[in-house]
């Protein structure tokens, strides 16, 4: 299982917020680069990189950060947050985003996130399912649908996605562990490759959805608060 640290901007700086209220923004560090930078040092090869400002607007926000940690660092980084366009995932990938992860778009516009798997493949497009109550969340956890997780997962699968990040939205940033049974859920009635994103506090967490069977775990704030340290993750990996 892939272990893979998150790194969330908001006004270029790197973040965590708590169940994804804005209100309850954290900064941890003013240069996201220098994250990344230790990361890298420790043996990750992976990151997950959000541009929170971005996922609210109608577009693209931080890509500047995007574009500064693929030129000075080699880590393989899937980027999300404000691409809705043709236009937003262009600057995506020229800016170094070596995959790019679709929420909002999915939903409101399906018919181009559809046309980005056929042109781009499944390796390079991941599905965002991000969910409250079992019900997808868009525009940055701001707005509700009534859209079920594991139908919606079920329903893109059919059309090519491979790799699905979901998040559960009441546990995020909670440290208190994560959405077990939904993930045992998708994993039993899909072959989606899993990313289990919200709720990690600790390396039993970790060791669970690998025994689960998840493909891949995303670690914020478990990593910032020093519940996880970068050498448990780069021993694991």
């Known amino acids: ?28 560090n003013e240069n996201p680069l220098d994250v990344a930078m230790q ?21 693209i926000i ?25 236009k937003d995932l262009k600057i995506a ?23 980005w798997l056929k042109k781009y493949g499944a390796d390079k497009i991941i599905l965002g399912a991000d969910c409250s109550d079992r019900k997808i969340t868009t525009a940055g956890w701001l707005e ?38 939904l993930y045992k859920e998708i994993i039993n009635e899909t072959d989606v490759k899993l990313i289990a994103s919200g709720g990690v506090s600790n390396m039993e967490d970790l060791v669970f959805l690998k025994g689960l069977g998840c493909d891949g775990a995303i670690i914020g704030k478990a990593i910032y608060e020093g519940k996880i340290s970068l050498a448990q993750i780069q021993l694991f990996c």
Do not use: W
Request: net charge neutral; proline share 1%.
């Open 39 to 59: 990361f890298e040092a420790n043996g990750i090869e992976y990151l997950h990189l959000v541009d929170l400002d971005g996922a609210k607007s109608q577009c």
């Open 144 to 181: 509700s649908s009534d859209l079920d997780v594991v139908d919606f997962i079920k329903q893109y699968e059919k059309n090519g996605v491979k790799t699905v990040i979901c998040t559960d939205i009441a546990k995020d940033g909670m440290l208190q562990g994560t959405s077990n049974l």
């Open 93 to 115: 990938f020229d800016c170094g985003a070596n995959q790019i992860t679709g929420g909002s778009v999915a939903v409101k516009n399906p018919e181009i996130f559809k046309r």
């Open 1 to 28: 299982m892939r272990l893979i640290p998150a790194i969330d901007i908001i006004d270029g700086k790197c973040v965590r917020l708590t169940r994804g209220d804005y209100n309850t923004k954290k900064i941890y």
């Open 62 to 86: 931080n890509y500047k950060v995007l574009e500064n940690i693929s030129s000075k660092t080699n880590l393989k980084i899937d980027f999300g947050g404000g691409i809705k366009s043709d």
